[in-house]
């Protein structure tokens, strides 16, 4: 439990980090997520997700 908390706390670091570095370009890309269809922002997801459980069980190994 305590190593998701550790995670969820790195994940709020880099979404601040990037809202703070770069508004600009996140409203931006907020516009752009707006017009793209449904499937393709699952698939994006879907492939996020499974990079992050790869790095996740490549480190815990």
């Given at each position: 439990m305590n190593e998701l908390i550790i995670a969820i706390g790195l994940l709020l670091v880099f979404e601040g980090l990037i809202y703070s570095l770069v508004p600009g370009g996140m409203k931006r890309m907020a516009a752009e997520l707006m017009q793209m269809p449904d499937a393709t922002l699952r698939?994006?997801?879907?492939?996020?997700?499974?990079?992050?459980?790869?790095?996740?069980?490549?480190?815990?190994?």
């Open positions: 698939v994006f997801g879907i492939v996020i997700m499974a990079v992050g459980v790869l790095l996740v069980w490549l480190i815990k190994g």
